[in-house]
């Protein structure tokens, strides 16, 4: 073989190593959680299922999707302060990962957003230092237009996931709260919401590679 031809040779084979590098550094970083694992639903209202029934809040839709068991530890009306406070409850139940979403009763009680945001990150930090995974849901920031049909994501919910690294299922809630259909009050879903909110969650956990 001649020298060219034995350059050519070493930089294919160099080249194929190198994109069958990058091809594995794409793919999910997160385990496939089996059927049967347990996950927690943290949170307020949203997660309760108020407007509807505990058994179409979307913590029992999520586990009939998923064949998880899924503990709904939603309470209606709790703050972030609330759910800091439940939250070594939680790590009792050594869970395999925890949804949490909070804070919408934060901005409606006008507490502080540097109380909220301090608030989740210590849950968040909670969770993860008892290796439990934690993906957090955002919630709309109810301001007046909100109240009226055009819920947006409370900016807080980016700059908490992107700080403590975690996943963020964004967009989820402001759909159904901007939807009179799925709504039962101007603030919370009806059976036909959690179900949709449930489904596209879902799918974001299959997205990230922790559910099939």
Same mark, same amino acid.
């Given at each position: =073989?001649?020298f060219?031809?034995?350059?050519?040779a070493?930089?294919?084979?160099?080249?194929?190593? *190198?994109?069958?590098?990058?091809?594995c550094?794409?793919e999910? /970083?997160?385990?496939?959680l089996?059927?049967?694992?347990t996950?927690?639903?943290?949170?307020?209202?949203?997660?309760?299922? !108020?407007g +509807?029934?505990?058994e179409? %809040? !979307?913590? =029992?839709?999520?586990?009939?999707?998923? +064949?998880?068991?899924?503990?709904?530890?939603?309470?209606?009306?709790?703050?972030?302060?609330?759910?800091l406070?439940?939250v070594?409850?939680?790590?009792?139940?050594?869970?395999?990962?925890? $949804?949490?979403?909070?804070g919408?009763?934060?901005?409606?009680?006008?507490?502080?957003?540097?109380?909220?945001r %301090?608030?989740?990150?210590? +849950?968040?930090?909670? $969770?993860?230092?008892?290796n439990?995974?934690?993906?957090?849901?955002?919630?709309? &920031?109810? *301001?007046?237009?909100? $109240?009226f049909?055009?819920?947006?994501?409370?900016?807080l919910?980016?700059?908490?996931?992107?700080? /403590?690294?975690v996943?963020? !299922?964004?967009?989820?809630?402001?759909?159904?709260?901007?939807?009179?259909t799925?709504? *039962?009050?101007?603030?919370?879903?009806? /059976?036909a919401?959690?179900r949709?909110?449930?489904?596209?969650? &879902?799918? &974001?956990? /299959?997205?990230?590679? =922790?559910?099939?």
């Amino acid at each position: =073989m001649k020298f060219a031809e034995r350059f050519l040779a070493l930089v294919s084979v160099g080249l194929a190593a *190198s994109i069958g590098m990058t091809a594995c550094s794409s793919e999910p /970083q997160q385990a496939v959680l089996p059927a049967g694992s347990t996950v927690v639903a943290l949170g307020d209202s949203l997660t309760y299922g !108020y407007g +509807t029934n505990l058994e179409t %809040a !979307y913590p =029992m839709v999520l586990a009939e999707l998923s +064949t998880w068991k899924v503990i709904n530890a939603g309470v209606n009306g709790d703050t972030s302060a609330d759910v800091l406070a439940r939250v070594n409850e939680i790590v009792k139940q050594a869970p395999e990962l925890v $949804l949490l979403g909070v804070g919408g009763n934060d901005v409606l009680q006008r507490l502080p957003p540097d109380k909220t945001r %301090a608030n989740i990150i210590a +849950t968040i930090d909670t $969770l993860k230092s008892a290796n439990i995974d934690v993906v957090l849901i955002a919630e709309p &920031y109810f *301001s007046t237009s909100a $109240l009226f049909g055009k819920a947006s994501d409370n900016p807080l919910y980016e700059d908490i996931a992107s700080a /403590q690294d975690v996943p963020l !299922y964004s967009g989820g809630w402001s759909a159904v709260l901007s939807d009179d259909t799925l709504k *039962s009050d101007r603030i919370h879903a009806n /059976q036909a919401g959690y179900r949709h909110f449930a489904e596209g969650l &879902y799918e &974001y956990l /299959q997205d990230e590679g =922790m559910a099939q």
